[in-house]
């Protein structure tokens, strides 16, 4: 099966979330499979050849790409994926990828994604290389599926090939004005009013993804199925129930090479589930680096965040009084809305000892607080996977959340299970969106930390879980499957 990946960030060459954890890991497990992969992102001014081992393409040279009425000089890098024998290209245009940010508002924002999107197929041309699938991800590759079927049909070449489009978050759509038609030389008769790239009387690459794909899925299985609601699906329900058929849910894997307390190289000090000692040695080094008293008996509870709302940020903010008078402390890694940064920096200044943040993205931190704290918060007003919970399962860090996508698929209430004698409570949940729905999730969470036997028993359930990717990359496999088999009957 020849496939080939493309995403606007990858872990560790660029990354603003999850979407790049899952593009950093999913590519090397399929080829573990025996797929034949080629994975592709933008060479951001970030990327740095030279770190990443990456070459210049002499081979291919300069390929001119068409975009907003120019013919843009497009140049490729390779490399290999780390630790894997997994080719990635890197698509070079200055112009387009030299910004501050992997992601803009400028005005060009639509541009530099169908340049992407282009080289990527172009390249491909040149490699003479005809995969059975293309792999889209999010809005930012949303057109691909259209551009194979329609600008490039002419080429044989891709007749038989079939498109996936993975659904990372529907609220990020890509939505721009019509001018964005001829920029990307799209097909008059694709848009009118109800058109497949028509939205609201603008171009929409999130729905050109969903109409044009073969096969649809996003990352779990219960917001697959919340995405056909209105309440979810971000205008894109009705689309999305009209591919109903086509649509599926997969959960993301983690890759335990990068996120596992054993072998962490970020931690001062490794643990396992057979000896916790480390992970306390974690939270004092911590505690002790941000000058905050360590005492084992206060729980320490974590927040790893983007400040969107999405992320149920501003119930954090809304309980952190009542935070404030309970015997915790708080550590907060994040940025995003300044709202939020404001709120985070002022607690933090005001109660030093109780509270800390830092407003900002920081990887060594990330992995730091998710094995020193005790609790971790994430109490999201919707979550189509959430690495964050996954990652604390596995650091024993008792996760609280909303039960809502793939944080529903992942925590289990204690109380809730246990009730039924099921005995895999591994967290705390709580369903309605309010800030009194958190506050008592909490207090169930801090009053079971003071009961030892039971906390123990929830980490060693949370930790004994398997969240790797060898489970759902066998799913991707039948989907493209599936995908293929249908195309070619098509074809
Ligand atoms: P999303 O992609 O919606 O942001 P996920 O839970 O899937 O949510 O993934 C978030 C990823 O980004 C995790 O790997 C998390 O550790 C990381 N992350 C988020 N904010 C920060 C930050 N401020 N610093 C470092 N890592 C962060
Ligand atoms: C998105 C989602 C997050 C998911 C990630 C990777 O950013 O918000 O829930 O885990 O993509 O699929």
Same mark, same amino acid.
């Given at each position: 099966?020849?496939?080939?990946?493309?995403?606007?960030?990858?872990?560790? &060459? /660029?990354?603003?979330?999850?979407? /790049?954890?899952? /593009?950093?890991?999913?590519? #090397?497990?399929?080829?573990?499979?025996?797929?034949?992969?080629?994975?592709?992102?933008?060479?951001?001014?970030?990327?740095?050849?030279? #770190?990443?081992?990456?070459?210049?393409?002499?081979?291919?040279?300069? !390929?001119?790409?068409?975009?907003?009425?120019?013919?843009? /000089?497009?140049?490729?890098?390779?490399?290999?994926?780390?630790?894997?024998?997994?080719?990635?290209?890197?698509?070079?245009?200055? #112009?387009?990828?030299?910004?501050?940010?992997?992601?803009?508002?400028?005005?060009?924002?639509?541009?530099?994604? !169908?340049?992407?999107?282009?080289?990527?197929?172009?390249?491909?041309?040149?490699?003479?290389?005809?995969?059975?699938?293309?792999?889209?991800?999010?809005?930012?590759?949303?057109?691909?599926?259209?551009?194979?079927?329609?600008? @490039?049909?002419?080429?044989?070449?891709?007749?038989?090939?079939?498109?996936?489009?993975?659904?990372?978050?529907?609220? *990020?759509?890509?939505?721009?004005?019509?001018?964005?038609?001829?920029?990307?030389?799209?097909?008059?008769?694709?848009? *009118?009013?109800?058109?497949?790239?028509?939205?609201?009387?603008?171009?929409?690459?999130?729905?050109? $993804?969903?109409?044009?794909?073969?096969?649809?899925?996003?990352?779990?299985?219960?917001?697959?199925?919340?995405?056909?609601?209105?309440? &979810?699906?971000?205008?894109?329900?009705?689309?999305?129930?009209?591919?109903?058929?086509?649509?599926?849910?997969?959960?993301?894997?983690?890759?335990?090479?990068?996120?596992?307390?054993?072998?962490?190289?970020?931690?001062?000090?490794? %643990?396992?589930?057979?000896?916790?000692?480390?992970?306390?040695?974690?939270?004092? *080094?911590?505690?002790?680096? !941000?000058?905050?008293?360590?005492?084992?008996?206060?729980?320490?509870?974590?927040?790893?965040?983007?400040?969107?709302?999405?992320?149920? !940020?501003?119930?954090?903010?809304?309980?952190?009084?009542?935070?404030?008078?309970?015997?915790?402390?708080?550590?907060?890694?994040?940025?995003?809305?300044?709202? *939020?940064?404001?709120?985070?920096?002022?607690?933090?200044?005001?109660?030093?000892?109780?509270?800390?943040?830092?407003? $900002?993205?920081?990887?060594?931190?990330?992995?730091?607080?998710?094995?020193?704290?005790?609790?971790?918060?994430?109490?999201?007003?919707?979550?189509?996977?959430?690495?964050?919970?996954?990652?604390?399962?596995?650091?024993?860090?008792?996760?609280?959340?909303?039960?809502?996508?793939?944080?529903?698929?992942?925590?289990?209430?204690?109380?809730?299970?246990?009730? @039924?004698?099921?005995?895999?409570?591994?967290?705390?949940?709580?369903?309605?969106?309010?800030? %009194?729905?958190?506050?008592?999730?909490? +207090?169930?969470?801090?009053?079971?930390?003071?009961?030892?036997?039971?906390?123990?028993?929830?980490?060693?359930? $949370?930790?004994?879980? +398997? %969240?790797?990717?060898?489970?759902?990359?066998?799913?991707?496999?039948?989907?493209?499957?599936?995908?293929?088999?249908?195309?070619?009957?098509?074809?």
């Amino acid at each position: 099966m020849k496939i080939a990946f493309a995403s606007s960030e990858i872990v560790p &060459y /660029a990354k603003t979330g999850g979407l /790049a954890d899952v /593009a950093g890991s999913l590519p #090397k497990e399929l080829n573990k499979l025996g797929a034949d992969i080629k994975v592709f992102m933008p060479k951001y001014y970030t990327v740095d050849e030279h #770190k990443f081992n990456l070459e210049y393409m002499f081979s291919i040279g300069e !390929i001119k790409i068409r975009v907003a009425g120019y013919s843009h /000089a497009v140049h490729f890098f390779e490399g290999k994926m780390p630790n894997s024998n997994v080719p990635i290209y890197f698509v070079d245009c200055p #112009k387009y990828f030299h910004r501050h940010k992997i992601y803009t508002n400028d005005h060009d924002e639509d541009e530099r994604f !169908i340049l992407f999107s282009k080289a990527v197929i172009e390249l491909l041309q040149r490699f003479a290389w005809a995969p059975d699938i293309i792999h889209c991800n999010d809005w930012q590759t949303g057109l691909m599926p259209m551009f194979i079927r329609d600008n @490039y049909s002419w080429d044989r070449m891709f007749n038989q090939t079939s498109t996936i489009y993975t659904i990372h978050n529907i609220a *990020y759509q890509g939505r721009f004005g019509t001018e964005t038609l001829s920029k990307a030389e799209i097909n008059g008769n694709y848009f *009118y009013p109800g058109g497949p790239v028509e939205f609201e009387g603008g171009v929409n690459f999130m729905k050109a $993804g969903i109409m044009f794909a073969d096969m649809i899925n996003t990352v779990s299985e219960t917001y697959a199925k919340e995405l056909l609601t209105a309440e &979810y699906g971000s205008g894109m329900d009705p689309f999305l129930n009209s591919r109903k058929s086509d649509l599926y849910g997969i959960l993301n894997g983690v890759d335990y090479t990068v996120w596992n307390p054993e072998i962490d190289s970020h931690l001062p000090f490794n %643990y396992s589930i057979n000896d916790l000692s480390g992970k306390l040695k974690n939270k004092k *080094y911590l505690l002790n680096t !941000i000058h905050m008293p360590f005492d084992e008996n206060v729980p320490l509870i974590g927040v790893i965040s983007r400040f969107a709302s999405q992320k149920g !940020i501003d119930l954090i903010a809304g309980i952190i009084d009542n935070l404030l008078q309970m015997n915790v402390q708080l550590v907060v890694l994040g940025s995003g809305e300044e709202e *939020y940064e404001e709120i985070f920096r002022h607690v933090a200044f005001n109660n030093p000892l109780k509270v800390w943040s830092y407003i $900002g993205y920081n990887d060594d931190l990330s992995h730091l607080i998710e094995a020193a704290s005790d609790i971790f918060l994430m109490p999201s007003k919707y979550e189509p996977c959430g690495l964050n919970q996954i990652y604390s399962l596995k650091y024993g860090t008792v996760p609280v959340v909303r039960k809502t996508g793939g944080l529903a698929d992942t925590v289990q209430d204690w109380n809730e299970y246990n009730s @039924y004698g099921l005995d895999i409570g591994n967290g705390f949940s709580f369903e309605e969106y309010s800030t %009194y729905a958190l506050q008592h999730a909490v +207090d169930r969470a801090v009053n079971d930390f003071h009961n030892k036997p039971v906390w123990q028993k929830i980490i060693r359930n $949370g930790m004994n879980k +398997d %969240y790797s990717w060898s489970v759902s990359a066998k799913s991707y496999l039948s989907l493209y499957e599936k995908a293929s088999q249908r195309r070619k009957r098509l074809s």
